[in-house]
């Protein structure tokens, strides 16, 4: 994950079970035990370039939140928890009464963006959900467009998970202080 910008625990734990010869992958660390040897690694080896990558990455997060204000976003994922590095994406949740809108605002402002589904949980349910992927200032972005309705679902708990698992401007912005 740190050296080759593996990001779903899931594949990972797959590909290292596979490594390993192992049949599958549930003799492998919990994703809680592995955020920890990846934090721990990163800490170990990646010193000197983690931390700055990190930081510009949320530097981007910020921007992109600025500019997408009226879609009420959300950081989630590496570069919210600070295991971001330069393999990373920065990946924020949107929200929309009318899923057209965000596609308008990325015309209208001449972002070019690829369109794709993923099937993720909301609430008790699952939903294609339309995900958006284009570069700002030379680092990924994704963002997912969600219902406004589903903006008060939090993510399904994640027990293995270290400090909030969605963020606001406000949130992120806290985190770029010294």
Same mark, same amino acid.
């Not at 600070?82 to 920065?90: D, I, K, L, Y």
């Given at each position: 994950m *740190?050296e080759?910008?593996?990001q779903?625990?899931a594949y990972a734990?797959?590909k290292? *079970?596979?490594?390993?010869?192992l049949a599958d992958s549930?003799?492998l660390?919990?994703?809680r035990e592995? @955020?920890?040897?990846?934090?721990?690694?990163?800490g170990?080896?990646?010193?000197d370039?983690?931390?700055a990558?990190l930081?510009q990455? +949320?530097?981007?997060?910020? !921007?992109?939140?600025?500019?997408f204000?009226?879609? +009420?976003?959300?950081?989630v994922?590496?570069?919210?928890n600070?295991?971001?590095n330069q393999?990373?994406?920065v990946?924020l949740?949107l929200?929309?009464?009318?899923?057209k809108?965000l596609?308008?605002f990325l015309l209208n402002?001449?972002?070019?963006f690829?369109?794709? @589904? !993923?099937r993720?949980?909301?609430?008790?349910?699952?939903?294609d959900?339309?995900?958006?992927f284009?570069?700002v200032?030379g *680092?990924?972005v994704?963002l997912a467009l969600?219902g406004r309705g589903d903006?008060?679902?939090a993510? +399904? *708990?994640?027990?293995?998970? @270290?400090g909030?698992?969605?963020?606001?401007?406000?949130?992120?912005?806290?985190?770029?202080?010294?």
């Amino acid at each position: 994950m *740190a050296e080759e910008g593996v990001q779903d625990y899931a594949y990972a734990k797959q590909k290292a *079970a596979r490594q390993a010869g192992l049949a599958d992958s549930h003799a492998l660390p919990d994703n809680r035990e592995i @955020e920890a040897a990846l934090r721990e690694y990163q800490g170990l080896y990646q010193s000197d370039n983690q931390p700055a990558e990190l930081r510009q990455l +949320r530097e981007v997060a910020v !921007k992109v939140m600025r500019e997408f204000a009226q879609f +009420r976003p959300m950081l989630v994922g590496a570069v919210l928890n600070g295991t971001a590095n330069q393999f990373s994406e920065v990946t924020l949740q949107l929200f929309a009464d009318d899923p057209k809108s965000l596609p308008l605002f990325l015309l209208n402002r001449r972002y070019r963006f690829e369109q794709a @589904e !993923k099937r993720v949980r909301v609430g008790d349910d699952w939903a294609d959900v339309p995900q958006y992927f284009l570069e700002v200032d030379g *680092a990924p972005v994704t963002l997912a467009l969600y219902g406004r309705g589903d903006e008060h679902l939090a993510p +399904r *708990a994640r027990p293995e998970a @270290e400090g909030p698992q969605r963020a606001r401007l406000a949130e992120v912005e806290a985190l770029l202080r010294p």
